[in-house]
């Protein structure tokens, strides 16, 4: 991408806060506690029903000559990139914990079930490898078991399975949380979203004109992607920083396989966009540090963007970021972006906050 594609952002900044736990979003060492203290202003949405109580343009810059690819320090491991052999991926491979053991999921006015995790199946072979899989293939193995009765379809107008009934009512969708978290408002395909031990799932009947409002960015993400021939093309990725602000436009993006435990080879993520736009020589560094676990959250399991150009964490300061459709409450979730499936999403934006 050229100079013609990158323009400053002007005005007042707006002053996010994130309602997740830090913990988890920067990668930092902050306990659940502190966390939450921070309120969030940007894609703030009221719920719309009860959640369920579980008892349990910078100017481009030159990088340095010489980049050590593993940054030297106790605790988890970091990765600077690009490294030394000019790549933009950890030269580690990191997996996270295979789902065992038993799971829950609780179906609104229905009850909650529990499942072994251990037997579940994914309906999203294209997505997930073996012993992986959905929120959504969680559901059908309840139905498998026989515990509700469970009407679905694969939309291909969507890229996703769409719930008809469950024991014959209709308009349900979904929260989740991983450990250490809380449910929230989303916008994601429930059969892209990954299981991971501790995750809490909760199915509910959701107001007919939010669905719909779901249903409609899901096929406007299909519709991009085929406008641009299979190609993940992201309108506007957008990264605030302390020392700079700016957008690119038209960014391509390509898969990295920085997740090859869980994913398919080729399945793009939300870290992609970043790790394309290094390699497009619009970033000049990146630090990514692997986290299994976080405080009271475990499993962790995940890549932390810890860095971006000149801009890195500290503190209780560093990036958070959102990626998906404009306009429409539930973007900024709490799945971290090297595990975030993205089909084509409107924009993306990457902001740093402290809290």
């Not at 930092?28 to 343009?57: N, Q």
């Not at 779901?214 to 302390?242: C, D, K, M, Q, W």
């Not at 500290?314 to 900024?332: A, I, N, Q």
């Amino acid at each position: 991408m050229g100079q013609d594609l990158r323009a400053k952002l002007t005005g007042k900044k707006e002053g996010w806060k994130s309602v997740a736990c830090a913990a988890l979003i920067l990668g930092v060492a902050l306990t659940v506690a502190s966390c939450s203290a921070a309120t969030a202003t940007h894609t703030a949405a009221s719920p719309t029903a009860a959640a369920p109580t579980y008892t349990s343009e910078p100017p481009m810059a030159t990088a340095p000559a010489e980049t050590p690819t593993t940054v030297k320090r106790s605790g988890p491991p970091s990765y600077l990139l690009p490294t030394e052999e000019d790549a933009w991926r950890p030269p580690v491979s990191h997996a996270g914990e295979m789902p065992t053991g038993t799971g829950a999921v609780r179906i609104q006015d229905i009850g909650e079930f529990i499942f072994d995790a251990s037997k579940v199946e994914t309906l999203r072979p294209d997505i997930f490898r073996p012993g992986h899989f959905s929120l959504f293939d969680v559901l059908v193995h309840v139905a498998k078991e026989g515990d509700i009765a469970l009407e679905y379809h694969f939309d291909e107008t969507m890229d996703t399975h769409v719930i008809d009934a469950i024991n014959d009512q209709a308009g349900w969708w979904y929260r989740a949380q991983y450990s250490g978290g809380w449910t929230e408002d989303n916008v994601f395909r429930m059969d892209m979203y990954p299981y991971k031990n501790g995750t809490k799932l909760w199915v509910y009947i959701e107001r007919e004109g939010r669905l719909a409002t779901i249903y409609r960015t899901f096929r406007e993400e299909v519709e991009r992607l085929a406008s641009n021939g299979g190609r993940v093309i992201i309108p506007e990725v957008i990264i605030r920083s302390p020392a700079s602000s700016y957008i690119l436009q038209n960014v391509v993006v390509t898969p990295h396989d920085v997740r090859n435990d869980m994913f398919q080879p080729g399945v793009v993520t939300a870290l992609d966009a970043l790790l394309s736009l290094g390699e497009q020589g619009e970033l000049f560094r990146l630090k990514l540090t692997w986290y299994e676990r976080v405080g009271t959250a475990d499993p962790v399991d995940t890549f932390y963007v810890e860095q971006i150009d000149e801009a890195e964490a500290h503190d209780r300061c560093g990036f958070v970021y959102e990626t998906g459709p404009r306009g429409v409450s539930g973007v900024h979730i709490h799945i971290p972006s090297d595990i975030r499936v993205t089909v084509s999403p409107e924009y993306a934006l990457w902001f740093w906050i402290c809290i």
